[in-house]
C-alpha cells in the first residue's frame, strides 16, 4: 500500500510564494513517476506538473510554467511544488498523485494509482 501525504498549502497573496511537500510511504517510491494536479471549486481536476522516477524528466501546464518548479528527493521519499508568482487563479485544493513503478510519466489522471488527501492553496488578490 502507498499513502501520500501533502502539507504547505495556506492563504497568500498574489505575488507571493508556497512551497508544497507531499511525503510518500510504502512501496517503490524511488520507481514511480509523480505529479501535482488541482481542483478549484465548481472545476474538474487538472495537471499541474509531472516528474519522472529519476527526475531526468518533468513537464508543466502551460498556465504554470515558469513559475512552478517540481522535484523529488527519492532519500526522502518526498515530492516538491515550489510556486511562485502565485496567481488567484492558483486558488484550488493541490494533489499530489503516484504512478506505476517505472511507466511513462503522464499527464493524465487515470495514469496515477494513489492519491493524497489534498491541501488547500488560496491567493487572494
Known amino acids: 500500500q502507498v499513502q501520500l501525504v501533502e502539507s504547505g498549502g495556506g492563504l497568500v497573496q498574489a505575488g507571493g510564494s508556497l512551497s508544497l511537500s507531499c511525503a510518500v510511504s510504502?512501496?517503490?517510491?524511488?520507481?514511480?513517476?509523480m505529479a501535482w494536479f488541482r481542483q478549484a471549486p465548481g472545476k474538474e481536476r487538472e495537471f499541474v506538473a509531472r516528474?519522472?522516477?529519476?527526475?531526468?524528466?518533468?513537464y508543466y501546464a502551460d498556465s504554470v510554467k515558469v513559475r512552478f518548479t517540481i522535484s523529488r528527493d527519492n532519500v526522502k521519499n518526498t515530492v516538491y511544488l515550489q510556486m511562485n508568482s502565485l496567481k488567484p487563479e492558483d486558488t484550488a485544493v493541490y494533489y499530489c498523485?503516484?504512478?506505476?513503478?517505472?511507466?511513462?510519466?503522464?499527464?493524465?489522471?487515470?495514469?496515477?494509482?494513489?492519491w493524497g488527501q489534498g491541501t488547500q492553496v488560496t491567493v487572494s488578490s
Open positions: 516528474i519522472s522516477w529519476n527526475s531526468d524528466s518533468t
Open positions: 498523485a503516484a504512478g506505476t513503478s517505472y511507466a511513462v510519466p503522464s499527464s493524465l489522471s487515470r495514469s496515477y494509482d494513489y
Open positions: 510504502g512501496r517503490a517510491f524511488s520507481s514511480r513517476a
